[in-house]
C-alpha cells in the first residue's frame, strides 16, 4: 500500500487530474471525455462480446454500452501501480439503469498522458 501511495504521490499532478477526469467520465457516461485518454487500439470485455477495438471504434462499442446502461454512480473498489510505474490499473463498480457492473482498467503512462489499453465490464 504504500508503495501505490509513493507512486501516487509521484505522479504528477496532471496525470492525478486524468485519473479523476477518466472515473467521472465514466460515472457520467461522457464518451466524448473519455475518448481522449483511450489509447490508439482498445482491448474491451462486455458481458458475451470481447475484442480489440481501433479507438474510434471502441469509443462507440462504450456510447453503446452506456446508452443501454445509463450511468448513475462509480465507486473505486482497487486501484495500483506496476513496479516500473508505466502502468496502472483501476477496478471499480459501475451502478447503471441495468445493474451494477465491475469496471476493469488497464492504463499505459506514457510520459505524463494516462492512455487506457484495456477495459473489462462484467456484470456484478
Not at 14 to 19: E, I, L, N, S, V
Not at 26 to 36: D, F, R, S, V, W
Not at 52 to 64: G, M, P, Q, T, W
Amino acid at each position: 500500500m504504500k508503495i501505490i501511495l509513493l507512486f501516487f504521490s509521484l505522479l504528477p499532478l496532471t496525470a492525478t487530474g486524468d485519473m479523476d477526469a477518466i472515473t467521472r467520465a465514466i460515472a457520467t457516461g461522457q464518451i466524448a471525455m473519455l475518448e481522449q485518454y483511450l489509447d490508439s487500439t482498445v482491448e474491451i470485455s462486455l458481458p458475451g462480446q470481447e475484442d480489440i477495438y481501433e479507438k474510434e471504434k471502441a469509443a462507440a462499442v462504450l456510447k453503446d454500452f452506456f446508452e443501454h446502461c445509463a450511468p448513475k454512480a462509480f465507486n473505486e473498489v482497487h486501484h495500483g501501480a506496476s513496479k516500473g510505474n508505466d502502468s496502472l490499473y483501476y477496478i471499480g463498480t459501475l451502478y447503471t439503469s441495468a445493474g451494477n457492473y465491475r469496471w476493469y482498467m488497464f492504463i499505459r503512462i506514457e510520459n505524463t498522458k494516462l492512455l487506457i489499453q484495456e477495459i473489462r465490464i462484467d456484470k456484478a
